[in-house]
């Protein structure tokens, strides 16, 4: 089927069956009207309420259409991914000594990941989101076609994490190797203008805002939450803040450096080599392959051939895993992220934004102006 009117009709079945199987009191969580844009716009990557039904308030044959209808927005890679984040959350806790809390009875809890419809699937315009700590994936529906697909966002934490025998458990690997392939190739002019500085931020710059905006650098940790913390969660959360900025030499010339610009800062693709560029393709591929493949596809022929010359690529900070760094892609209707700063930089972040279209403001915009 051509365009995205696949994924959407995959998306709109397992949204009508997992909503199906809900009783009364499940669906008043899980279904809303749309647009209702203040909380649809709402997106979060800490382990907060995220809104929606949680996987733990679900039988489990409910889960599992659930999990239909996230994998019916992800590709293949994009759902392992996804679920082997979920699963890290006792990884996780296990780490931490079984001990962290966030005002809930587990802390670290790969049952509290929250899935929202909003609107009728396969009416005009719906929409629904997923998400959870380290997790965010959501799709905008209209007239059947599946017109947007961002925030998308996807971390680690650990990042790297031993399994049986030689090999490392690294979900988001690819991210993190080909944008230090990346810049590890670029020559010394090539650094003057890609490298940003030497010290990254501890977080991404854009956070959770709905909207980016010219200007914009790293939210307060102990607000990037549903209910920004307050008395002595607050406290800790920003001494822990203040420590990893210490701990990485963090200052405000570094913060300025990598500030959000409408206008793009790095290194344009149009000056990189022709094997320069193949890196840079194979790390956007990391990022819009999360996607069902005929929604990739699109997303791919939006920087294919000369359009990728638009794209830019900065970095900060280390140029070796397992030392703290950061880099950002931006271009016309693209924004990505990715930092690994924190637990001694082996908890890693990425995101994947549309600056115009994010929840599909463009989209909606339009289509309202144009029928009502």
């Given at each position: 089927m051509?365009?995205?009117?696949?994924?959407?009709?995959?998306?709109?079945?397992?949204?009508i069956a997992w909503l199906g199987s809900l009783d009364p009191a499940q669906r008043q969580a899980a279904s809303w009207p749309f647009?209702?844009?203040?909380?649809?716009?709402?997106?979060?990557?800490?382990?907060?309420?995220?809104?929606?039904?949680?996987?733990?308030?679900?039988?489990?044959?409910?889960?599992r259409l659930a999990h239909r209808l996230v994998a019916s927005g992800l590709s293949r890679a994009g759902y392992v991914t996804a679920a082997t984040i979920i699963g890290h959350e006792n990884v996780l806790d296990a780490l931490e000594g079984w001990t962290t809390e966030f005002g809930f009875e587990r802390g670290r809890d790969?049952?509290?990941?929250?899935?929202?419809?909003?609107g009728e699937p396969g009416s005009a315009r719906w929409s629904w989101r997923f998400g959870g700590h380290h997790v965010s994936v959501q799709h905008v529906v209209v007239d059947g076609d599946v017109l947007a697909s961002t925030p998308c966002f996807?971390?680690?934490?650990?990042?790297?994490?031993?399994?049986?025998?030689?090999?490392?458990?690294?979900?988001?690997?690819?991210?993190?190797?080909?944008?230090?392939?990346?810049?590890?190739?670029?020559?010394?002019?090539?650094?003057?203008?890609a490298v940003l500085g030497t010290v990254p931020p501890t977080d991404l710059v854009g956070g959770n805002r709905s909207e980016l905006a010219d200007g914009d650098l790293p939210l307060p940790l102990p607000d990037i939450w549903r209910h920004p913390l307050e008395g002595e969660?607050?406290?800790?959360?920003?001494?822990?803040?203040?420590?990893?900025?210490?701990?990485?030499?963090?200052?405000?010339?570094?913060?300025?450096a990598v500030r959000y610009t409408d206008r793009p800062k790095g290194l344009a693709a149009a000056s990189m080599t022709?094997?320069?560029?193949?890196?840079?393709?194979?790390?956007?591929?990391?990022?819009?392959?999360?996607l069902?493949?005929?929604?990739?596809?699109?997303?791919?022929?939006?920087?294919?051939?000369?359009r990728l010359d638009a794209l830019h690529f900065a970095w900060a900070g280390a140029f070796e895993l397992g030392r703290p760094h950061y880099y950002r892609v931006q271009g016309p209707r693209l924004v990505v992220e990715l930092d690994n700063t924190a637990r001694e930089a082996n908890h890693?972040?990425?995101?994947?934004?549309?600056?115009?279209?994010d929840f599909g403001d463009d989209v909606l915009g339009r289509h309202l102006r144009q029928h009502h």
């Open positions: 051509a365009g995205s009117e696949g994924a959407a009709q995959r998306m709109t079945g397992a949204a647009p209702a844009d203040e909380e649809r716009r709402r997106w979060f990557y800490t382990p907060t309420d995220h809104g929606g039904l949680t996987m733990d308030a679900m039988r489990p044959d409910q889960q790969p049952g509290r990941y929250y899935l929202r419809v909003f996807l971390g680690a934490d650990p990042a790297a994490s031993p399994l049986l025998g030689p090999h490392l458990l690294r979900p988001l690997a690819g991210a993190e190797d080909l944008g230090l392939e990346l810049v590890r190739s670029l020559d010394e002019p090539q650094r003057a203008v969660h607050r406290r800790q959360m920003a001494a822990a803040q203040a420590q990893l900025e210490r701990s990485v030499g963090l200052g405000p010339g570094d913060l300025e022709g094997a320069q560029r193949e890196v840079f393709r194979a790390l956007l591929d990391t990022y819009l392959g999360r069902p493949d005929d929604l990739a596809a699109r997303e791919a022929a939006k920087v294919a051939g000369d890693v972040h990425t995101v994947w934004r549309d600056p115009e279209g």
